[in-house]
C-alpha cells in the first residue's frame, strides 16, 4: 500500500463547499493510486459553533476551574465533529470512509493533559481498515494514555498526529493543507515581496516554526524527519505544489544551498521582554545557577540566553516579566529590563562556517537605524533582539539585503 497522510485545518473544514473541496483533493489522492489517511482539526476558530474554543469558552462560563483530564475530553469533541461530516462527505460522494479516534488509530501519549507526547503508535486498525477499501479519517490533536484516558497534544497537536502516522505508516508523503500555499521567506504581511519557497530542509523549517513562522508545528517536522518521509505546506484552496521538507542530501541535489540561497527565511517573535544583570552585581555564590533554578521552579521559560563572567542576558515573554521579575526580587537582585523587544531570526542551512554573514546582518539593520539590543547564532540561525516598534523594518531589511524576493542573488561577499 502506497500511503499518503493528508491533514486539513479546521479553516478548511467550516462550510459544506470547502469540505467538498477537501473530499475532491482525498479522492484525487485514491485516483493517483494512493490510500489515503486523512488527518483533521476541529471546524472553525473561536466563535464559530464547534471550534474548540467555542467549547471551552461554553464549559468554562460554568467554571473556570476545569480539571485537565476533563479539560482534554471537552478537547477532543471538535475533531471528532470534524471527523464525522468529513466522513459523511465522502460517503455523500460515493467512497466508503470510516472515523477513528485518535485512541482508535493507535496513538499512544504519556498522562500529560493538555500537552501530551506521543509514545508509540500502532497503525494495526488504520491499515485494515484501509485492505477494506475504506479511506480512513483520523481524528488530529489528540489519543490515549496507559490508563485509558483521552489525552490532546497541544499546539500543533494535528500536525503532530499526521507526522506521527506518517512515519508509523511509511509514507510516501506527509501533506499539511493550509489556507496559504507553502513557507514564506517572511510573513507576507510584512514584507510585501515575500515569495514562498519550492523546497526546504527539515532543520530550516525547524528553526523557522521555533522562532514564529506558524505554517507547521516544529514537533512535527521532528517526528517526520525520523525516517525523512517528506513532507509537503500545501494550500487547501488551489492546485499549487507548495513547499516540499525533506532532507538536506535531497535538497543539495536540487538547489545548491551554500551559493543560491545562503538565507532561506527571516522569521520573528513580539512581545519578549529583556533582562540584564551585571555579574559583579550579584552578592551569592554561583549566581547564574541560582537564577536559572529559581526561574524553572517559578515555571518561567527563557529564551535568548547569554552568559559571560561579566553578564546575564536572557529574555521572556511580556506577559510573564512581570512574574519574572518578582523572582528576581526575592533573590535580592535588581536587573535592568527592557520591555516590548522582538526577536528577528535570519535562517539557512548554508550560513554556517561562511564567513561575513553577521556583517552583513549588522550593515542592513545600521542602514535602517535598527539598534540590535542583542544577539546570538546556531549553525543555522542568526538571532538579533531590538525594539518592538522597529521590528518590522528590521525583517524588510534584513530580505531586502539577502535579496530573498524575486531577486534572488546574493550579496557579493557570500558568494
Avoid at 551559493?259 to 533582562?275: E, M
Avoid at 535592568?336 to 553577521?358: D, E
Wanted: net charge negative.
Amino acid at each position: 500500500m502506497r500511503f499518503i497522510v493528508q491533514k486539513f485545518g479546521g479553516t478548511s473544514l467550516v462550510t459544506q463547499e470547502l469540505r467538498d473541496l477537501v473530499a475532491s483533493k482525498v479522492i484525487a489522492a485514491v485516483d493517483e493510486g494512493y490510500a489515503p489517511v486523512v488527518v483533521v482539526s476541529a471546524i472553525g476558530r473561536a466563535g464559530e459553533p464547534y471550534a474548540t474554543d467555542t467549547l471551552l469558552n461554553f464549559v468554562l462560563s460554568i467554571n473556570r476551574d476545569l480539571p485537565a483530564r476533563e479539560m482534554d475530553l471537552l478537547m477532543s469533541c471538535g475533531e471528532i465533529i470534524s471527523g464525522v461530516m468529513m466522513v459523511n462527505t465522502l460517503k455523500r460522494l460515493g467512497r466508503e470512509a470510516v472515523l477513528l479516534t485518535g485512541a482508535q488509530a493507535g496513538i499512544i501519549t504519556d498522562n500529560n493533559y493538555n500537552d501530551a507526547r506521543i509514545l508509540r503508535v500502532d497503525p494495526k486498525k488504520i491499515i485494515n481498515e484501509v485492505k477494506e477499501g475504506k479511506i480512513v479519517v483520523v481524528t488530529g490533536f489528540q489519543g490515549i494514555c496507559e490508563n485509558g484516558d483521552i489525552t490532546t497534544l497541544g499546539r500543533g497537536g494535528s500536525d503532530t498526529t499526521a507526522a506521527a502516522l506518517g512515519v508509523a505508516l511509511n509514507a510516501e508523503y506527509i501533506d499539511i493543507y493550509t489556507d496559504v500555499e507553502g513557507i514564506m521567506t517572511a510573513d507576507p504581511r510584512i514584507v510585501e515581496d515575500a515569495r514562498i519557497l519550492d523546497i526546504v530542509t527539515y532543520n530550516e523549517i525547524c528553526q523557522l516554526a521555533h522562532e514564529g513562522a506558524k505554517v507547521i508545528h516544529p514537533r512535527a517536522v521532528e517526528i517526520a524527519m525520523q525516517k525523512n518521509i517528506p513532507l509537503r505546506v500545501r494550500s487547501t484552496f488551489t492546485d499549487a505544489p507548495g513547499t516540499l521538507v525533506t532532507s538536506h542530501n535531497e535538497v543539495f541535489g536540487t538547489i545548491d544551498i551554500t551559493n543560491d540561497r545562503l538565507v532561506t527565511g527571516v522569521a520573528h517573535i513580539s512581545g519578549v521582554t529583556q533582562f540584564k544583570m551585571a555579574v559583579k552585581d550579584l552578592a551569592m555564590d554561583n549566581p547564574v545557577l541560582r537564577i536559572l533554578k529559581s526561574l524553572a521552579l517559578a515555571n518561567i521559560s527563557i529564551d535568548f540566553i547569554n552568559v559571560s563572567p561579566e553578564l546575564i542576558m536572557f529574555t521572556v515573554k511580556d506577559t510573564v516579566a512581570q512574574k519574572a521579575l518578582e523572582v528576581l526580587e526575592n533573590l535580592g537582585i535588581s536587573p535592568q529590563i527592557r520591555a516590548n523587544c522582538a526577536k528577528v531570526s535570519t535562517v539557512g542551512a548554508g550560513i554556517h562556517g561562511v564567513p561575513g554573514v553577521m556583517a552583513h546582518i549588522v550593515q542592513a539593520l545600521t542602514e535602517e537605524g535598527v539598534e540590535i539590543l542583542q544577539s546570538a547564532d546556531s549553525h543555522t540561525t542568526i538571532w538579533v533582539l531590538v525594539q518592538q516598534d522597529h521590528m518590522p523594518k528590521a525583517i524588510r531589511a534584513l530580505h531586502r539585503h539577502f535579496k530573498l524576493g524575486h531577486d534572488r542573488n546574493a550579496p557579493e561577499v557570500l558568494r
